[in-house]
């Protein structure tokens, strides 16, 4: 059973880092992307960023742009996401998904999820 676990959220103030983490268990099929979504109270699950799994190709949502960084560990099956100068727009339960075919951005192509890790940025 593919197993997506997310860790690293947290409370911080305005302009301060996290680095979420990702780590992928369960699988031995190669996949092809893996990606981050969040959503805040009140809104819908969107697109923050995506990694190819073997091209490294990389994908943002403009929010995230210049402030966060998707990178990964192949070998730990783990994808991360660094998030620099936060804001409070920012605040969402980020999730982490597992595409099977190509890097995408739209959570319908993503087919298994991670349960979420709560990120709080006070102002």
């Known amino acids: 059973q593919v197993r997506l676990v997310e860790s690293g959220g947290g409370l911080v103030q305005a302009g301060e880092s996290l680095r979420l983490f990702c780590a992928v268990s369960?699988?031995?099929?190669?996949?092809?992307?893996m990606g981050w979504f969040r959503q805040a109270p009140g809104k819908e699950r969107e697109f923050v960023a995506s990694?190819?799994?073997?091209?490294?190709?990389?994908y943002y949502a403009d929010s995230g742009k210049g402030r966060f960084t998707i990178s990964k560990d192949n070998a730990k099956n783990t994808v991360y996401l660094q998030m620099n100068s936060l804001n409070a727009e920012d605040t969402a339960v980020y999730y982490c998904?597992?595409?099977?075919?190509?890097?995408?951005?739209?959570?319908?192509?993503?087919?298994?999820w991670g349960q979420g890790t709560q990120v709080t940025v006070s102002s």
């Open positions: 369960g699988r031995t099929a190669a996949w092809s992307a």
């Open positions: 998904a597992l595409a099977n075919f190509g890097v995408p951005k739209l959570s319908t192509e993503f087919a298994y």
């Open positions: 990694i190819g799994w073997n091209s490294g190709v990389r």
